[in-house]
């Protein structure tokens, strides 16, 4: 891989990852609850999820999958139930003003329930499968060694992808402040709901090219 490949996929990546999904959402959503430290677990998780597939897809597993008659048919209905669970418990959410300042947090959300939230928003997505597969191949020199540029591409993946985190989470950070009026965090709620569920109409339009 020539430095010229490294600088191109990772302004891609940095493009893509900036862009607005479920991931980014979520995150926003916690540091809004909880504040951005807190939020940190969930970040956790949706990068575990992410590096999950990147490996997987390195490992031939995606390709594999996908190649599997209604495999990805059953994620995606999987992944679109997910985010509409999602998008109706935002909606239903309490609106009841949080102390994003105090130091413990609520028993139903520990740091293990926030990692595994964002780890399923990550790993629920068969996206990221499509993405794994048909993207990072055309990043890879067949003529060299392949493990060391697979490992070059996620770390820069995940690096990219934390710097996102950090950016939505701040923002959320920053927008709670403006919600400490319930009426004002119900609307934030309800869009956050429906933009969850205008995730899970675009998800179940995705098809495997």
């Known amino acids: 891989m020539t430095l010229h490949t490294w600088w191109l996929f990772v302004g891609s990546v940095f493009l893509l990852s900036g862009t607005p999904g479920p ?10 609850d909880m504040g951005m430290k807190r939020s940190i677990a969930a970040m956790a998780g949706c990068l ?15 390709t594999l999958l996908l190649a599997l008659p209604g495999a990805f048919a059953i994620l995606r209905y999987a992944g679109v139930a997910y985010l509409l669970y999602l998008g109706i418990k935002a909606w239903r959410s ?4 949080l102390d994003v300042g105090s130091n413990g947090l609520p028993v139903a959300l520990s740091a293990p329930a926030l990692f595994r939230g964002g ?13 794994a ?13 392949q493990v060391p540029q ?43 709901g429906m933009i969850f569920v205008g995730f899970a109409a675009l998800l179940l339009k995705a098809k495997p090219s």
């Open 133 to 145: 597969a048909a993207f990072l191949p055309q990043f890879i020199n067949p003529a060299a060694a």
């Open 150 to 192: 697979f490992v070059v591409l996620v770390a820069s993946f995940a690096a990219v992808e934390c710097f996102w985190y950090m950016i939505y989470a701040a923002g959320g950070h920053s927008l709670s402040r403006y919600l400490s009026r319930p009426s004002v965090k119900r609307v934030f709620n309800r869009i956050t």
């Open 23 to 32: 991931n980014m959402l979520h995150i926003l959503s916690r540091s809004v």
């Open 119 to 131: 780890f399923m928003i990550g790993i629920s997505n068969p996206k990221l499968l499509l993405f």
């Open 94 to 97: 309490d609106v009841t003003p």
């Open 48 to 62: 575990s999820a992410l590096i999950t597939v990147l490996i997987a897809s390195a490992a031939g597993l995606s």
